[in-house]
């Protein structure tokens, strides 16, 4: 597994997660990559998608589509995946 942590709001970074995907992957919205929320989950249907509770918070993001993780549940995910990739 791979996590995908999306930092950018920008749709054309989006596109690139989508299209570095495998199969059992996963998504995590970190930063600004919170605002990629709606769009993310309808790009994305079948990987799974988190994203960070703080920083979805500061950013006024509430109707989170994801799954909302803490600070401890993302150093969780990243220790049990084989690599993390981040895009900007």
């Excluded at 995908?4 to 989006?14: G, I, K, M, V, Y």
């Excluded at 995907?21 to 998504?27: H, M, Q, R, W």
């Excluded at 918070?57 to 799954?67: L, M, P, Q």
Aim: with cysteine; charged share 20%; proline share 2%.
């Amino acid at each position: 597994m791979i996590v995908h942590t999306l930092f950018s709001d920008s749709p054309d970074t989006l596109s690139q997660v989508v299209a570095a995907l495998l199969l059992g992957d996963v998504v995590l919205l970190a930063g600004d990559g919170c605002y990629q929320n709606a769009r993310a989950k309808q790009v994305t249907p079948d990987a799974d998608l988190f994203m960070l509770i703080e920083d979805a918070r500061v950013r006024g993001v509430n109707d989170a589509t994801a799954r909302l993780i803490s600070d401890t549940e993302w150093v969780t995910l990243t220790a049990e995946s084989q690599q993390v990739m981040s895009w900007f």
